[in-house]
């Protein structure tokens, strides 16, 4: 099984990206997916989680409002959406998988994409 985060990067506070993960070698629709973040010092924290069918969504209340998670059963991919971007946003993302909402555990992590924010 494989989690292929990407899109982070450097962004100036106030600004947007757009994070993808591309799993492999698992039947994907049927994996609870999320989004997790670690900043420097800190322990890994939950940040979103999307259900099977996508109708059901959980955001960490640090993120509401500013983050959407989305996903693509035909492609294979979850997204996080993340706008009005601010310094405490800055870490490394990973996105998880498991079978059980919302990810209180994860069966598969992928590696991590860094997203710095520029104030």
């Known amino acids: 099984v494989q989690l292929q985060a990407s899109g982070g990067g450097l962004v100036q506070a106030g600004g947007s990206l757009r994070l993808s993960c591309a799993a492999s070698?698992?039947?994907?629709?049927?994996?609870?997916m999320g989004w997790f973040r670690q900043a420097p010092g800190k322990e890994r924290e939950f940040v979103a989680v999307?259900?099977?069918?996508?109708?059901?969504?959980s955001y960490a209340d640090s993120v509401k409002g500013r983050f959407t998670i989305s996903r693509d059963n035909a492609k294979n991919t979850v997204y996080l959406q993340m706008n009005s971007l601010n310094s405490d946003d800055t870490a490394v993302y990973y996105c998880?998988?498991?079978?059980?909402?919302?990810?209180?555990?994860?069966?598969?992590w992928g590696k991590g994409t860094q997203v710095t924010v520029s104030s």
């Open positions: 998880a998988g498991g079978k059980t909402y919302p990810l209180g555990r994860v069966d598969y």
């Open positions: 999307i259900v099977w069918s996508g109708e059901r969504t």
């Open positions: 070698g698992l039947t994907f629709r049927s994996y609870v």
